[in-house]
């Protein structure tokens, strides 16, 4: 019986820049800001610039998701009661299909207490603003690839990254080259099989 693999799929959907949301009830202000991020250092380098620049709000919650399956991931309720604030941002961006994002909700206590419903309300619905407001873009999830070669296989190897449209992020040429670019996952396989015997491929 003849048998098919499945195509990799390395595209998904996340945001181009920064966006902010608003959603207010019983005099809470509840601010929430998405962001593009790509590293959990970049999430928490975010993180804390909110809280430092909202040093005078009761509680700065967040969710965050990174990569093509979006397998890291996390959210923190900073305070509020268990899962009526990280999980509803969260769910907005699983709601979304959004990964590589990271959503700060800061929150302004307005004197009333809004109940577990409430506040799971007001988490989801700040959250949604901000992704509302965002420009949703297609990424393609890629490895970065280093070829090690002889210089005899230098127009070999530039044959290949020019059948594939790929331009080194990095080259060095001597002796022995090396050049390192960035191949999507769909293509990896097919890429490294092209480049065979010619080169040592470190896959990142």
């Keep these: 019986m003849e048998s098919f693999e499945k195509p990799v799929s390395d595209c998904y959907k996340s945001i181009s820049s920064p966006s902010s949301g608003v959603y207010k009830d019983k005099g809470s202000k509840f601010l929430s800001f998405a962001f593009p991020v790509d590293s959990e250092e970049r999430v928490k380098e975010l993180i804390a610039a909110k809280k430092s620049e909202y040093f005078d709000a009761r509680h700065h919650c967040y969710a965050y998701r ?19 604030a990280g999980k509803p941002i969260l769910g907005q961006i699983l709601s979304n299909e959004l990964s590589d994002i990271l959503i700060v909700v800061v929150r302004y206590f307005g004197g009333t207490l809004l109940g577990t419903s409430g506040l799971i309300q007001a988490y989801k619905g700040a959250a949604a603003d901000a992704i509302a407001n965002a420009s949703i873009v297609e990424k393609i999830a890629a490895r970065q690839v280093e070829l090690v070669f002889d210089y005899i296989q230098m127009n070999d190897i530039m044959k290949i990254l020019k059948n594939y449209k790929y331009v080194p992020k990095s080259q060095k040429f001597d002796n022995i080259c090396s050049v390192t670019v960035d191949v999507r996952l769909s293509e990896l396989e097919g890429f490294i099989n092209a480049v065979g015997s010619k080169a040592e491929t470190i896959i990142k």
């Design 66 to 84: 990174l990569g093509l399956d979006g397998a890291t991931w996390r959210m923190n309720d900073d305070g509020e009661p268990s899962s009526t």
